[in-house]
């Protein structure tokens, strides 16, 4: 794992959805490598579910559970349609090889500034270069950049394979840590945010031990929709590094809907009923409790900047 975010190497399965036997090859195979220039010729090598999907290689290799003896490393990096952002009246689409700084770079909707800001905290420049948002989504980590404003924002994924295209909320999509419903053959080719209708603010914090390339102990995002009347018509959070993988606040987030501005700002103190869903663990990062506190601070500095 490379700065606790992957960003570009994405199995083509793993966890529960990889069938037995399909972890390696014979002692002594050696692994193939393909360049496909199409998502099609992609999946077709993908296809017999032994394929290691590879586009920015910061973290494929450097993952001890992804033996490549025996499989198929698919470069995606050349093939068409895979990056970039396309910004429409109602849905913006990125496509999962869209490095990180790329995202940092573009012209995003307001709704999507939470994820531009996120892009650019992702590890280090030369991370960010490589990168990619799909990869990223794919390894699941429970300190991903990527996962909480995607979270906030509700979207989907969209997989492709053989057999077709089917479209999951990336919440459905992640299962649990480093395990997601990427089933054998698929090959995740974008994100997709549907445009809300009312005005929008959105943000994202990473708090670690020291600055620079460092490993997020909580990261959150913030999503609120404004009625004209500046109301809280909507508002989503999310929080990193405190679960398995990134979760909503939901209670946090009933108890908050419908508040005006004064009211919100009236309600930036996090109670423990609010954190409803977070299970922190102790390493040598930051123990639990710490992780705990980090989150309530890190939702009130996004709370704040909101109603500001």
């Not at 994405?10 to 692994?31: L, Y």
């Not at 939470?114 to 794919?138: D, F, H, I, K």
């Not at 295209?165 to 997709?192: D, N, Q």
């Given at each position: 794992?490379t700065?606790g975010n ?10 529960p959805?990889e069938?037995p ?5 014979r ?5 193939s490598?393909?360049?496909?220039a199409?998502v099609?010729?992609?999946?077709a090598?993908l296809?017999?579910?032994?394929g290691l999907?590879?586009?920015?290689a910061t973290?494929?290799?450097?993952r001890?559970?992804?033996p490549l003896?025996g499989?198929s ?14 910004i ?10 869209t490095t990180?700084g ?5 012209e995003l909707?307001?709704?999507l500034?939470?994820?531009r ?5 992702v590890?280090?420049v030369p991370?960010?270069t490589?990168g ?7 390894t699941a980590?429970?300190v991903?950049d990527?996962i ?5 924002l ?8 053989r057999a ?6 990336l ?7 480093h395990?997601t ?7 995740l080719?974008a ?7 009312s005005a929008t ?7 670690g031990r020291?600055?620079?390339?460092t ?6 995002a913030?999503?609120?929709d404004?009625?004209p ?7 989503a959070?999310?929080i990193?590094?405190a679960?398995?993988?990134?979760v909503?606040l939901?209670a946090l987030?009933k ?5 005006d501005?004064n009211g ?10 609010d954190l409803?869903?977070?299970t922190?663990l102790s ?5 639990a409790?710490?992780?705990?506190t980090?989150?309530?601070v890190?939702v ?9």
């Amino acid at each position: 794992m490379t700065h606790g975010n992957p960003g570009a190497a994405h199995p083509a399965a793993r966890g529960p959805q990889e069938p037995p036997g399909r972890g390696g090859g014979r002692p002594g195979d050696t692994p193939s490598y393909v360049l496909p220039a199409s998502v099609e010729e992609a999946c077709a090598v993908l296809a017999d579910g032994r394929g290691l999907v590879l586009a920015g290689a910061t973290d494929l290799l450097a993952r001890g559970d992804a033996p490549l003896t025996g499989r198929s490393v698919v470069d995606v990096t050349r093939v068409a349609g895979l990056r970039g952002v396309v910004i429409s009246a109602h849905t913006v689409r990125i496509g999962a090889s869209t490095t990180w700084g790329a995202l940092e770079r573009a012209e995003l909707p307001p709704e999507l500034w939470g994820l531009r800001e996120a892009a650019g905290r992702v590890g280090s420049v030369p991370v960010r270069t490589r990168g990619t948002l799909g990869g990223n989504l794919c390894t699941a980590s429970p300190v991903s950049d990527g996962i909480p404003p995607l979270l906030t924002l509700e979207a989907d994924v969209e997989l492709r394979s053989r057999a077709g295209v089917r479209r999951l909320p990336l919440s459905e999509f992640l299962v649990t840590k480093h395990t997601t419903r990427l089933g054998p053959g698929e090959l995740l080719t974008a994100v997709i945010v549907r445009r809300p209708s009312s005005a929008t603010r959105s943000g994202f914090l990473k708090l670690g031990r020291t600055t620079g390339s460092t490993v997020a102990v909580v990261n959150a995002a913030l999503r609120v929709d404004w009625t004209p009347d500046a109301r809280v018509e909507r508002i989503a959070v999310a929080i990193g590094g405190a679960a398995p993988l990134p979760v909503r606040l939901t209670a946090l987030e009933k108890r908050l809907t419908g508040a005006d501005r004064n009211g919100l700002s009236r309600s930036l103190e996090i109670g423990e009923g609010d954190l409803t869903g977070l299970t922190p663990l102790s390493d040598h990062r930051a123990d639990a409790e710490y992780r705990r506190t980090q989150a309530a601070v890190a939702v009130c500095h996004l709370l704040t900047a909101a109603v500001g």
